[in-house]
DNA sequence: AAACTGCCAACTGTCGACAGTTGACAACGC
DNA sequence: GCGTTGTCAACTGTCGACAGTTGGCAGTTT
């Protein structure tokens, strides 16, 4: 019994216009026309407007009424209260994979922390992917769904922040060191420790963000 | 017709369905038809389904492709993620309240604080309203737009569940000596023995409910 | 020239109808 | 009797069209 691999036409809307959101392809400030979406898509304004609204719940778009709907441009003050949310669930993540990691666990996060030093050494910067990679698959170890869920709405709304961003050296090699010293703390099952470390590591990615916004 | 149409067709849908869900009006379980719902609000599926989507964002629906909507049963494991959400964010708040917290916030908290001894030495059962009332006003106090926005979401969901909750005194008494310790803890600026006692707190409310649905 | 007013195009909000899928029931074969 | 298969009603997914609202623009007034 596979479930049906076949999405709706607003499911697969979703995936397109999260894309094209995320990738800046829709920039921020801009604005949604139903119609001139719809007709490119090559589906009705029905779906696409169930779509609108589901990106809108992931906080995605902004919806204003009457006026339709717009792609949130960077702010500091979001900046900053997104990242209190973060910090929130990330260090309890952090707190519960220390304590209910599995080796497997480990090892995927050390072979993605060698993933980031070997490119990092090649003289490639550090890829947000694999940022990525690795906190996605830290709160995979905290075997949390629910905790899990409201990561990756976070972290997706950090992506489409992140256009601002700039690359850093200095910044990109203190992340890998944090990843480094997260991995030894969730090992050690210290779930304080991992829980300080992944606080200091969100407080200087933001840091990094809102001074490269001011630029 | 309304005359001030201030709010759409599917703002309004929203909140009825809302209030119907959380109620139990809608019984857990249960499927919502659309065409029959939506003949009894007086408007057609298309708002009505925008409606659906939107609580089923919030997690007061679960969505199933054909099948329709279907208002989630409480479930041990389902509560126990539930309240690990919970608590990463609750205890993030009360850390941040303890930090942020203004005067007016702390009479505010000893206020509901205060209402919830009369009515219990007056006999009467801690009122449910008392409880969400004291978390909101520490959610409010903790002035993180974005955690407050989840926390209400959480709460929410745990009102959804707790159809199964019957009143226990002795669990009544503990939660309201854990809200006075929180006042405390938040009063001294504490923002560690906050979030340690909020921890403790809804521990407690979780192994409560996990109880209460055994039976 | 600035401000006000009325009009207009564009867009969102809403509706009724059609098409595709699902689960159940009945008829059939073993 | 039990499993299989064909059929069907009910419901969701989707569409095109209509109605109401918004913001802007032209024309008018002071």
């Given at each position: 019994m596979t479930p049906p691999l076949h999405l709706s036409l607003a499911g697969q809307a979703v995936d397109v216009l999260r894309e094209q959101v995320l990738t800046g392809?829709?920039?921020?400030?801009s604005r949604v026309n139903e119609v001139e979406v719809a007709q490119k898509l090559g589906i009705s304004r029905g779906p696409l407007r169930e779509a609108i609204r589901h990106l809108a719940s992931e906080g995605l778009l902004r919806l204003v009424p009457h006026r339709g709907a717009f792609v949130p441009a960077a702010d500091a003050d979001e900046v900053k209260a997104l990242f209190e949310l973060r910090t929130a669930l990330e260090c309890a993540a952090a707190e519960l994979a220390a304590s209910r990691r599995t080796d497997v666990d480990l090892v995927r996060l050390q072979e993605v922390c060698a993933e980031s030093r070997a490119n990092y050494r090649a003289?490639?910067?550090?890829p947000y992917r694999l940022d990525l990679a690795f906190h996605q698959t830290l709160i995979d170890a905290a075997r949390s769904p629910r905790i899990a869920e409201q990561v990756r709405l976070v972290q997706q709304r950090v992506v489409l922040l992140r256009s601002a961003l700039e690359d850093d050296p200095p910044h990109q090699h203190a992340s890998m060191d944090d990843h480094d010293e997260l991995v030894l703390a969730i090992a050690d099952g210290d779930a304080a420790g991992a829980s300080t470390v992944m606080r200091r590591h969100l407080s200087r990615v933001c840091a990094q963000m809102l001074t490269s916004l001011n630029h």
């Open positions: 392809e829709i920039p921020p400030g003289g490639q910067p550090f």
